[in-house]
């Protein structure tokens, strides 16, 4: 007889497509779609009430059908290319219970880009839209939330092709990484051609064009204030560029044979500004930290002995995420810089993007393998064994006073 097959846990699903990204649709975004649908609802019930139902029937329809676009939604990019392999190209919604700690079995939603593989992708956090740099062809491409689903009763998020075209990302080649500073003012852009792009957004003024900023740009990510960018190339050392004057602010060396890989701004406990490299050294997979502030290096952590395929920081700093190629996910706590979880085999091939949800209580993962996973953060208590030798410690002392102060009487 053969093995039984294992079913796949409820927090990971397969939906038919490798994933290349992930993000974490903004809470104010599903609001946003509630309140949209609510009132094209309310005024398309209050019509037909008028002939067909009570008023207090059709509030009560219009309150519950938003209801379908509750709870934590998250978006997924990618697919097999241009080429006639069968497998689509596709923008993917999908929903997470975290009651449940379940995944949607279907997409929620999922929009087709014909022969177009979405590869990188930014999202606007002011609900904009969002911006795909495409594989087959090297173009981007803006993409529209379309909160009003006329053709079903059910209202759902979901997303269009925007007829806005990217006039000043046209004809630059293959753009390898994309990124948003928070609060969606400005856009960065970097290309396989090394060459370095920011605008203001969206009036797409340019900021900042460097076209030998590395020999291909892999990574880039905005300060928490959106003062700083870091630039990340192939083989080469992390740039730190200052918005304001379009200029390299600080160049950090790869020492030893280093290779980085990702970079992401955060804050340490003591609210320290640092910037977090993962790279792969002569140990395997590390995780380098910088102060911001003096541009030290501040340490040099040593993770996995695979490499680091997708790195990630939670929004509050106290957790760093590492997936890698042979489909592991590592999240490590930031305090001590120790692996807090290993998930061996979370997904079946390389890990390709990692995101923290905003309250960083969740962790969303992607493969080529076409599956997506959501990893609940547990707390691990790092005072436990100390509280409980201090109580031995206690309990000793107080058994050697009771006998000192017999022998005193005596």
Known sequence: MGKRQIPDPPNLK?????FYSVAWIPQHLIKSCQIQTADDSSDSDHNSALSTEPESESASKAESEPASVTGNYLLFTGG???GRSGIPNALVIAHFDIASNSLSSQPVFKLGTDSELPYRMALQSQGDGLICAMETPKVCRWFDWDYQNKSSEIHKLSLKMSDKVLT???DVGQQLALAFNNDGTALAAGGEDGNIRVFKWPSMEVILNESNAHSSVKDLHFSSDGKLLASLGSGGPCRVWDISSSMVLSTLPNENRETFSSCRFSQTNDKTQVLYIAAMTDKGGSILTWNTQTWE???SKHIIRDAISAFN????GKILACG???GDIVIVNST?????TMIKKAHLGIVTALAFSPDSRALASVSMDSSARVTIIEEKKTNGGLSLWIAVFIILLAIAAYFLQQGLEK
């Open 168 to 170: 000043q990302l046209e």
């Open 324 to 326: 890698t190629p042979s």
């Open 297 to 299: 290096r501040m340490g």
């Open 14 to 18: 397969k939906y038919g497509v490798p």
């Open 80 to 82: 097999g290319g241009a």
């Open 313 to 316: 920081v939670s929004a509050d």
């Open 336 to 340: 001590n810089m120790r692996i807090q």
